[in-house]
């Protein structure tokens, strides 16, 4: 059974950081790993999808890596911004494509 | 991009009171539809598999009586709460996915879910 941690839980940091948040899966056998983002009370928006066959993925200021073997991928955020504030998950899928097994999310809180 | 309408956004009720959510794929045809739930401070779980045209797949633990799926065509699925209780309010949150076939360069479509309180 397919189980996604991320860590840490929540982090806050002052504006114009640079900031990693982590997330690890428990079955290597992947297709793809996808980062979220939800604000507060909202559904989901995608940030970065990596397929399995990839080793990062880069967006604006964020930069997904994805290290199939040892079960990890990262989500970087550079030059945090108060805009960032929101929970980030990522989440992988059971087969194929869909669906998605998901982490409980890293808490964001960029202060200005 | 795909978009995947949620409707309505927020539901408050009454006890007892059924409640029908929708979930639509506005620029493509969606045979596969998810739905999660999300309980205050917890993560997305998934709640059923809805594939146009057929029944629903239930996660072990829901109730297919108390959460009836339909998906009668290629933009649309619902989830129906029956006789809903204060202890089904939670986030509900719909996905919908291109293509049975695994393309895995496809992202997931979210709705922007349905926030419900039943009193």
């Known amino acids: 059974k397919q189980e996604v941690t991320q860590i840490p839980a929540a982090l806050s940091v002052p504006e114009g950081e640079n900031l990693v948040l982590n997330c690890s899966f428990t079955?290597?056998?992947?297709?793809?790993l996808q980062w979220f983002r939800q604000d507060p009370g909202k559904g989901l928006t995608s940030l970065l999808l990596?397929?399995?066959?990839?080793r990062e993925q880069t967006s604006g200021r964020l930069n997904a890596s994805l290290d199939k073997s040892s079960g990890r991928s990262t989500l970087y955020i550079a030059a945090s911004q108060p805009g960032d504030s929101a929970t980030y998950l990522c989440?992988?899928?059971?087969?194929?494509?869909?669906?998605?097994?998901f982490g409980k999310g890293t808490r964001l809180s960029v202060i200005a | 991009g795909a978009v995947v309408s949620q409707h309505p956004s927020r539901v408050i009720c009454k006890s007892g009171t059924s409640v029908k959510i929708e979930c639509r794929s506005l620029?493509?045809?969606?045979?596969?539809m998810f739905w999660y739930r999300q309980f205050p401070k917890q993560s997305l779980m998934l709640m059923a598999t809805?594939?146009?045209?057929?029944?629903?797949?239930?996660e072990q633990g829901v109730e297919k009586d108390k959460f009836l799926i339909n998906h009668a065509s290629l933009t649309l699925s619902t989830l129906t709460v029956t006789s809903a209780h204060p202890e089904d309010s939670s986030f509900y949150i719909c996905?919908?996915?291109?293509?049975?076939?695994?393309?895995?360069?496809?992202?997931?479509?979210f709705g922007d879910g349905t926030r419900l309180s039943i009193l």
């Open positions: 990596i397929q399995s066959s990839q």
């Open positions: 989440a992988v899928p059971l087969s194929g494509n869909t669906p998605l097994v």
């Open positions: 809805s594939n146009e045209g057929s029944k629903a797949t239930y």
């Open positions: 079955d290597s056998a992947i297709y793809n």
């Open positions: 996905s919908a996915s291109l293509s049975r076939e695994t393309f895995t360069d496809q992202p997931q479509h």
């Open positions: 620029d493509f045809q969606a045979t596969t």
